[in-house]
């Protein structure tokens, strides 16, 4: 798709002459990139040049610039964003000022959004995030003055890749949700499918599998259905399901979901991307013991991969094809796939892509299960934290695991000459390259190999050495083996006494392990508790929570009846005036009194009534509240009990006003006794100081 659409700019660029020629070379630089960068950034360079001497031109004969500048920064553009590609980015942030410059000289807004993606991805790659987000926050500001937001949601989603590169998870998700909402709104598939999978791959680093295979599964529900990205895409996504259910252990569906990223790779002329489905399928078939299906998958790996001249894929699929020899016991013909992996191996560049190391050690710990005394789980350990502790390139540290794997299948077979002439490849290099972990397997590895053939001395020397390194590097399992090891070789030769010393560390070293497993179970013991003691006091201040809010609602409801009531007194009252206007004169004192004692009564009824249902719901709910009240300050009058209770829920100055039937002048007042008897200064809020109080546990 991409070979056409450069095919037909090509073509464009030929009819055209002058601005409009610079202008469609832009466009092919940018389609020209994917293909062939050195092609790009020539192009883009002879561009750009042509585009100066155009504004010179225009220039010396006083014509307007606009066009030019418009022109000339539209390459530029075009020819930062191949500086990025091929990771010029001192270059690349020179040509993206100026292009920024003469946009903003325009007045181009969009053009401004675009150069600000850019800039993002400069500081990205540059580790200077901070700034990658200023830039991302700069576009989104240009879009909401020029009111263009077709571009929001690709950029919500680059904010929160940035949030998930430094560690912030709520963010991240956050803005990719974000960016899904104006997708949606917008009608924008591509930005969709494009969030959706950037949050699977989120979800994933962050530990949360179930969210991650969800927007995958939506990711390539709209690829199916919309076609908008095309089979490159459908394909990743369909590996990334793949590659969730597989760590899941789910091989059937991986199985499944790898064989269809195969045929829709197939089916889109995706060589490479076929060629690494094929061999992620042989490793899942691999692990189902489906092994003659393996075996065809990588067959076909193999035949691209030689198709297309590529070495490193070569060197993969040998490898795991050894691996699976390894695993059904054929140790001959698996130790010669792993040679002939490592001998590629070293035949090219070390710039090895970082999966590959994965795959081969996959391939090796198979090899491992053939051999009794080899801690695969530990192994696998080691090799991970060295690894995030090394600078090795991913070549060495492969061929490194390859000739382990060659070492383990010769012992297989009991040819110890060929195996110990691995191992000490492999010691020479990884003390080349202070790869500690390796260093100490390969010690180890010989120095079992050399006891298993009597020569016993030699092999203490080796453990020695082991033992030494092991002790730099903490590796206690690593330690226990060789301590035992050099043991049985020091009782073999006679030496009863070195035997018993080694033994006697072998047993401190197992004391060390029970002490440290005792104290971890005694802090799990204590956290637990903490953890417990935690979830009682969550649970007392939920249900306090609870009758609080169940008390803010008869409160409301109160408020609610007292204020029908008050309305319908009024309306009493009114009629009672009025009808005074027909009354005859020598009854006007009469209806004065009555009207005087009708209010009296309600107001007293009214009172009486509704503290006694809040007094009653306050007890039903909390019957030490007057008790503690009393206990706090005994010098707390009764309605000063109850000012303070009301409070505790946080009521205003007015509010408690209407439920009490005093005034607000009253209420501040019995607020100012409460204030002194309690103890409280002036600058703090009162309520707070009640309820903190009244909630506090006893």
């Not at 590609?85 to 675009?114: M, N, P, Y």
């Not at 710990?365 to 502790?389: P, W």
């Not at 409160?555 to 204020?563: A, G, N, S």
């Not at 005034?663 to 009162?686: N, T």
Request: one cysteine or more; proline letters at 1%.
């Amino acid at each position: 798709m991409i070979d056409d659409e450069v095919h037909k700019l090509r073509r464009t660029v030929k009819n055209y002459r002058g601005l409009r020629k610079i202008r469609a070379e832009a466009a092919l630089v940018e389609k020209l990139v994917r293909i062939d960068n050195k092609e790009a950034l020539q192009l883009a360079e002879d561009t750009v040049s042509r585009a100066r001497e155009l504004l010179q031109s225009a220039k010396d004969r006083n014509k307007s610039l606009a066009s030019y500048e418009r022109s000339l920064a539209w390459i530029l553009r075009s020819q930062a964003y191949v500086l990025l590609t091929v990771e010029c980015f001192t270059d690349a942030e020179h040509v993206l000022s100026e292009a920024i410059g003469l946009f903003d000289q325009a007045d181009e807004g969009r053009e401004l959004i675009k150069c600000n993606q850019l800039l993002h991805i400069l500081f990205r790659e540059q580790l200077q995030y901070d700034q990658a987000l200023d830039a991302l926050a700069h576009a989104l500001e240009i879009g909401r003055r020029i009111g263009y937001h077709a571009e929001d949601a690709f950029i919500h989603g680059a904010q929160a890749s940035l949030f998930a590169l430094l560690g912030r998870v709520d963010d991240a998700i956050r803005f990719f949700e974000k960016g899904l909402k104006i997708a949606g709104e917008l009608d924008d598939r591509h930005a969709e499918i494009m969030l959706l999978n950037g949050l699977g791959l989120a979800c994933e680093d962050f530990g949360k599998p179930e969210r991650a295979f969800q927007s995958y599964r939506q990711a390539a529900a709209l690829e199916r259905r919309f076609k908008v990205r095309g089979n490159r895409s459908l394909s990743m996504i369909l590996g990334n399901l793949a590659r969730l259910c597989f760590c899941s252990g789910d091989l059937r569906q991986a199985a499944d979901l790898f064989a269809e990223a195969v045929t829709v790779s197939h089916a889109g002329k995706l060589i490479p991307l076929e060629a690494y489905f094929l061999t992620q399928s042989a490793r899942v078939l691999t692990c189902s013991a489906e092994y003659e299906a393996a075996l065809a998958c990588l067959h076909r790996g193999l035949s691209l991969h030689e198709s297309r001249g590529n070495d490193a894929g070569l060197a993969w699929c040998l490898a795991l094809k050894g691996g699976l020899f390894a695993g059904i016991g054929e140790a001959e013909t698996a130790a010669r796939q792993f040679a002939e992996s490592c001998r590629l191996l070293e035949s090219f560049s070390a710039n090895y892509y970082d999966e590959s190391n994965y795959v081969i050690l996959a391939a090796t710990v198979l090899a491992h299960y053939q051999c009794d005394d080899v801690d695969v789980a530990s192994f696998a350990e080691f090799f991970h934290k060295d690894q995030s502790d090394s600078r090795l390139d991913p070549a060495s540290l492969t061929i490194m695991l390859l000739r382990l794997g060659i070492a383990y299948l010769a012992d297989m077979r009991n040819d110890h000459a060929a195996a110990r002439r691995e191992y000490r490849a492999v010691l020479e290099l990884s003390r080349k390259l202070r790869y500690r972990f390796l260093q100490v397997e390969a010690l180890y590895a010989l120095g079992r190999s050399l006891a298993r053939n009597g020569e016993f001395n030699r092999s203490n020397e080796m453990l020695a050495e082991a033992l030494s390194t092991a002790d730099e590097i903490a590796a206690r399992d690593y330690r226990r083996r060789i301590l035992l090891l050099s043991a049985d070789n020091f009782e073999m030769t006679g030496q009863a006494q070195k035997a018993q010393e080694y033994r006697d560390k072998l047993a401190t070293l197992d004391q060390d392990v029970l002490s440290s497993q005792i104290r971890l179970s005694l802090k799990l013991q204590h956290e637990t508790s903490v953890n417990k003691k935690l979830e009682d006091e969550n649970s007392r201040l939920e249900q306090k929570l609870k009758e609080t809010q169940s008390q803010h609602s008869t409160l409301k409801r109160l408020l609610e009846t007292k204020d029908t009531q008050i309305s319908h007194l009024r309306d009493t009252l009114q009629e009672l005036a009025e009808s005074l206007a027909y009354a005859p004169d020598e009854s006007e004192q009469t209806y004065r009194l009555r009207a005087a004692q009708l209010g009296k009564n309600v107001s007293a009824a009214l009172e009486d009534a509704d503290w006694t249902e809040y007094e009653r719901e306050v007890q039903q709910q909390d019957e030490e509240i007057l008790l503690r009240l009393s206990k706090l300050c005994p010098s707390l009058t009764a309605t000063e009990r109850k000012v303070c209770a009301l409070m505790r829920l946080n009521h205003s100055t007015k509010e408690l006003s209407r439920l009490l039937n005093l005034s607000p002048r009253s209420v501040q007042a019995y607020r100012y006794r409460i204030r002194k008897k309690l103890g409280v200064a002036s600058e703090a809020d009162l309520n707070v100081v009640v309820m903190e109080l009244l909630n506090a546990p006893d």
